[in-house]
């Protein structure tokens, strides 16, 4: 049998205390703690519908990822709390009230005044309008004037005339109509 290390013979169990020779010795090792990571909550992701974006939390209750979510959320909160209200009872009563009182005020709104025109309208007079789209009196001379066509040969142009008519089939029409407009 081999003696024990740190046991004498006439004992049967190590002393109480520290070995003799222990496995680590403090003056060979340097103190140095294990550094631990800052708390760093996992990725959440952002409660508001139609942003589910992730982030990450900078404080436990955290549920939205940027202010303007927020603010979104707690329209839409308000929103649906109205909801809520009007489908009870009282409600429902509130906004009867509230329906009929404007519906009274329409009534007893006066007209509105017409308004007193500071300034007389602007009218334009028809020579002076067209001024800009006339000719000179010089530049006419030189345009020959077109003939003279009657209202019926402007009307009946594209009728057919009978088989047999030969071409001066429409002159009675012409005779007798006495217009003299240019078209």
């Known amino acids: 049998m081999v003696p ?3 046991l004498s ?3 049967s169990s190590p002393p ?10 403090r003056k060979n090792q340097v103190a140095r703690r294990r550094k631990r990571r ?27 990822c940027s202010k303007g979510c927020r603010v979104a959320a707690r329209k839409w909160s308000r929103w649906k709390a109205q ?15 509230q ?3 404007y519906r009274e005020r329409l009534k007893n709104r006066k007209p509105p005044k017409p308004e007193a025109v500071s300034e007389p ?8 309008f067209f001024r800009t789209y006339l ?21 009946l142009r594209r009728v057919p005339a009978r088989a047999g008519a030969g071409c001066g089939a429409r002159t009675a029409l012409e005779t007798g109509a006495h217009l003299s407009r240019t078209y």
């Open 4 to 6: 024990l290390q740190g």
């Open 9 to 11: 013979f006439w004992e």
């Open 16 to 25: 109480m205390g520290p070995t003799e020779n222990p496995t680590r010795h």
């Open 38 to 64: 800052a708390w760093r909550p996992r990725l959440r992701t952002c409660l508001l519908k139609g942003c589910e974006q992730k982030f990450h939390p900078r404080q436990a209750r955290q549920r939205y």
């Open 83 to 97: 909801q809520r209200y009007r489908e009870t009872t009282a409600g429902q009563q509130k906004r009867n009230g």
């Open 99 to 101: 329906s009929r009182r």
């Open 121 to 128: 309208a602007r009218v334009i007079t028809p020579e002076h």
């Open 135 to 155: 000719r000179p009196a010089g530049l006419l001379r030189a345009i020959p004037a077109p003939a003279a066509k009657s209202l019926a040969a402007l009307l």
